[in-house]
């Protein structure tokens, strides 16, 4: 049989290939010829993926809590592929920053339009009982979802808003003595931290710093500001980072607090979550007033930061009940 000239070109295409990396081109035919076809469920390793559900209870829906929190942190898995993507990028241009922000916020939609699993999703009878079997792990120990902040902007947006003035000029590790999240896993008597932020900070506190340091010139925030420093239209660019600051900082948040009234709250006390957190002011957006582009916004958004959205919630939520 004759080859095509497209075939005689492939394959000196190939022989250089392996040419200039001194390999031999035949013997990687050869396993070419003896390997097996690949399925589509050897590729995604679909086997494995579905065993990874360890319910540590009886109770049904511990699976769905289990599942929908693997299909988290895949989607900031996802979310971290594309900051790499921008920050690592040769010759960055706005049209690709723009782009890839854009995944991002579509990867942020898919996840605060499905949070609906967790807050209507599973029996609160069921919750109330196999919760307790997951002390003291806690959703706030997703380090992933940490890094994406630290790659969406200014380290020092991160920090508590009591100490950012007095901290703008800090070091990285001073800052981070005081990043805002810390606040959140305090214990509700004494003010101490919990043994959940305790593990936290051992695990990932090298990390988070490194990519601090990594990300100081190549967070959104900066990039953008570089970007319009030197005069390119950054205007779509500004809508989609808009976008974003809404998503991680607003629309995420809420879905949590969401889920949290409607599992935890109860007259006249409130449950305390798996982790001893303080969710109460922890999570609403507008007490965190957490924004990663200030640059993007009026002084009369930020005043209202997440207000709205709040208090629509809780309406609904009285309403339902």
């Not at 392996?18 to 086997?47: E, P, R």
């Not at 900066?222 to 607003?250: I, M, P």
């Amino acid at each position: 049989m004759d080859f095509t000239p497209e075939i005689k070109n492939k394959l000196n295409q190939l022989q250089e290939k392996y040419t200039a990396m001194g390999q031999d081109m035949a013997s990687y035919l050869d396993g070419l010829l003896y390997a097996d076809f690949l399925t589509y469920w050897d590729y995604i390793h679909l086997d494995t993926l579905l065993s990874l559900q360890s319910p540590k209870t009886p109770f049904p829906d511990e699976e769905i809590f289990i599942m929908y929190h693997q299909i988290t942190e895949l989607y900031f898995k996802l979310t971290l592929h594309e900051c790499k993507q921008i920050a690592t990028h040769k010759n960055l241009t706005v049209d690709f920053f723009t782009a890839r922000v854009k995944r991002i916020n579509a990867y942020f939609n898919a996840l605060t339009t499905s949070f609906g699993v967790m807050v209507e999703g599973m029996e609160k009878e069921q919750f109330l009982k196999f919760r307790m079997s997951l002390l003291p792990a806690s959703g706030f120990q997703s380090g992933q979802y940490r890094m994406i902040e630290i790659c969406a902007t200014d380290f020092i947006r991160l920090v508590d808003k009591s100490k950012r003035i007095e901290l703008s000029t800090a070091t990285l590790e001073e800052q981070f003595e005081h990043i805002y999240w810390k606040f959140g896993a305090t214990e509700l008597a004494s003010g101490k931290q919990t043994l959940t932020l305790k593990q936290f900070i051992e695990k990932y506190s090298a990390q988070f710093l490194q990519l601090a340091k990594d990300r100081a010139l190549t967070n959104f925030s900066a990039l953008y500001q570089q970007f319009q420093a030197n005069g390119n239209d950054v205007s779509a660019l500004g809508e989609e980072l808009r976008k974003l600051d809404l998503y991680v900082n607003v629309e995420w948040p809420l879905a949590h607090y969401k889920s949290a009234v409607r599992y935890l709250e109860k007259d006249p006390v409130d449950v305390a979550a798996t982790g001893g957190t303080n969710w109460q002011k922890y999570l609403p957006p507008r007490f965190q007033k957490r924004i990663f582009y200030p640059f993007l916004w009026t002084e009369e958004q930020m005043e209202e930061w997440g207000k709205g959205w709040v208090l629509s919630v809780l309406k609904t939520l009285k309403n339902k009940d």
